[in-house]
């Protein structure tokens, strides 16, 4: 029986995360014979193996280890039987309902040309973790970046688009492919209900550092796309803490130089990372102050990666 969908995930020595989406896959409320799971790994990394949960139509696709994500999305999707390929990521694990979702939203638009995104949370299971310097993603509508953590379209679409754009090394194939959708007629789509859960990666100060360093590769994305620039603070920053951390950076070197009223330009940036959403608290004001330096380092690592693929593409961007 043909597949109506088709999951398509990159993994790459991540056994345990892919049980654990595999397992998510499995448990799905749209019956598997109506959807399959291609996983793409890096040829290096054929003798890794989470098993596939019974019943689960998963098969695995080799792509060389130095091939771009984007390349190796495209070996995924091409091999996909299904009218609609989503999109996810090793480290995820859709709800129940995702597949379901994803399916009722594209026929309810008529089963034509669709940019389908869904929500993104920390995983519950792993949300006390999220502290410090710790990630994860969280997409509450739609994303002007559409993430591939949870993102669909037909395949028929993505033939036409040519799929993801292989030049993208770093990072931002996803929002290129996306923008390229809307501009070639696709409409976008949000399903409230396909909600996935993002695993929280625990990082300290070097670990982090060394992922903010793929910030080199936004560039790109500004200079083939100048509307996305409408998404960023003042059209130059391309997230509000590069902002902040600069200005906090010029303040301290006031300060340095005598000008303790320098000191006032930190604000801004402490605010950014003081969690409102939590009650205050003499332990939450310690905890913030305790991460508030490897959050900044990591920033300044951030923007410095930034302006340098800034300069490499030839845009401006902090």
């Not at 790459?12 to 399959?36: I, K, M, S, V």
């Not at 900044?296 to 923007?303: K, S, Y």
Request: charged share 25%.
């Amino acid at each position: 029986m043909v597949p109506q969908v088709t999951v398509v995930v990159l993994t790459r020595r991540r056994e345990t995360r892919l049980a654990f989406l595999l397992d998510a896959l499995a448990a799905q409320t749209l019956p598997t014979e109506d959807f399959e799971v291609i996983v793409v790994r890096d040829g290096d990394d054929a003798e890794q193996r989470a098993e596939t949960p019974p019943g689960l139509r998963a098969r695995v696709v080799l792509a060389g280890p130095r091939e771009s994500l984007g390349a190796k999305r495209n070996i995924g999707w091409r091999e996909a039987q299904g009218s609609l390929v989503a999109f996810t990521d090793d480290d995820c694990r859709p709800s129940p309902g995702w597949l379901a979702e994803l399916l009722s939203a594209w026929e309810a638009g008529g089963g034509g040309d669709i940019l389908l995104q869904g929500p993104v949370g920390a995983d519950p299971d792993e949300a006390h973790l999220l502290t410090g310097l710790s990630r994860s993603l969280s997409v509450a509508g739609p994303s002007p970046w559409f993430q591939t953590a949870n993102l669909a379209l037909p395949r028929a679409l993505l033939e036409r688009l040519g799929g993801f754009d292989p030049g993208f090394e770093l990072m931002g194939e996803d929002t290129d492919l996306g923008l390229r959708a809307l501009e070639a007629g696709a409409e976008p789509a949000f399903a409230e209900g396909a909600l996935v859960h993002h695993a929280v990666h625990v990082a300290n100060v070097w670990t982090a550092s060394r992922a903010a360093a793929r910030a080199r590769g936004a560039a790109r994305v500004f200079r083939r796309h100048p509307r996305a620039r409408r998404e960023i603070p003042l059209g130059l920053f391309w997230k509000r803490s590069h902002a902040t951390a600069l200005l906090a950076l010029a303040g301290i070197a006031a300060a340095a130089g005598g000008r303790r009223s320098g000191l006032l330009a930190l604000l801004p940036y402490v605010l950014d990372n003081y969690d409102r959403g939590r009650p205050a608290s003499p332990r939450h004001l310690a905890a913030v102050a305790a991460f508030l330096p490897g959050r900044f380092a990591v920033d300044l690592v951030e923007t410095a990666a930034t302006v340098r693929g800034a300069v490499e593409a030839r845009t401006p961007l902090a």
